[in-house]
């Protein structure tokens, strides 16, 4: 079946350094989501890919959509405490169907 | 305009019982769909409605079931309970009815816990 994975599993950094995690499909993808959860917290979405090589940045956020819809990014610039949490990627195999499959996360931690 | 509300927050319910979860979406959403969430599998799919009708099932065993009401609030069941269903059990909502939509809106979730 359809498996998204993430990489890496966790990552420490200082704060204002620069943090980057991965989305991989096993298939080709027709959108994908992020999305940031927070300690204790529930999944909070943070942007949809839909185009092809699409790029969009949120503030101190950027995320890119692969050219073959397989694999995503999502960089940080300049960490901050408020940053701390588990970053997801939610993909979608094909747009007639509402099934999303969530990769397994990065847990970012940013020492002060 | 309200969230996602699930109810109850946390659940402590034995082995071999039966357990009812509860998500009010947000108004004018038709979309629910349910995760098990656990810190070895992450964010599992386990189903997803839309006007009363599933749409979408995950591959979980027959044990997990839910039904969606005609005001959009849906409930999952979970039978003869086993100590591997603890978990973290979210209810997300969504306005989709197509190719694009405006992503999930999560509740804060059922902890449940079988002992």
């Known amino acids: 079946g359809q498996q998204v994975m993430q990489i890496p599993q966790y990552q420490h950094v200082q704060e204002g350094e620069d943090f980057t995690t991965y989305c991989n499909s096993s298939?080709?993808?027709?959108?994908i989501q992020w999305y940031k959860q927070r300690p204790g917290g529930h999944p909070v979405f943070l942007i949809q890919?839909?185009?092809?090589?699409e790029v969009k940045k949120q503030k101190r956020l950027t995320f890119q959509f692969g050219e073959a819809k397989k694999n995503s990014s999502l960089h940080i610039t300049a960490t901050q405490t408020t940053d701390v949490g588990t970053y997801f990627c939610?993909?979608?195999?094909?747009?007639?169907?509402?099934?999303?499959?969530f990769g397994t996360g990065t847990r970012l931690k940013v020492l002060a | 305009k309200a969230g996602v509300t699930q109810t109850p927050r946390y659940l402590i319910k034995t082995r071999g019982q039966q357990v009812t979860l509860s998500c009010s979406p947000i108004?004018?959403?038709?979309?629910v769909s349910w995760y098990q969430q656990t810190p070895g599998q992450g964010l599992q799919f386990l189903f997803e409605?839309?006007?009363?009708?599933?749409?979408n099932k995950g591959n979980f065993p027959g044990r997990f079931s839910g039904r969606q009401f005609s005001n959009s609030r849906s409930e999952m069941n979970v039978s003869t309970l086993e100590l591997g269903d603890s978990a973290l059990y979210l209810c997300?909502?969504?306005?989709?009815?197509?190719?694009?939509?405006?992503?999930?809106?999560f509740g804060s979730g059922t902890r449940l816990t079988v002992v």
């Open positions: 997300a909502s969504s306005s989709a009815q197509g190719p694009f939509d405006y992503g999930y809106t």
């Open positions: 298939t080709t993808l027709s959108n």
């Open positions: 890919l839909v185009k092809s090589g």
């Open positions: 939610a993909g979608r195999r094909s747009s007639g169907t509402y099934k999303y499959i």
């Open positions: 108004s004018g959403h038709r979309s």
């Open positions: 409605y839309f006007s009363e009708t599933q749409r």
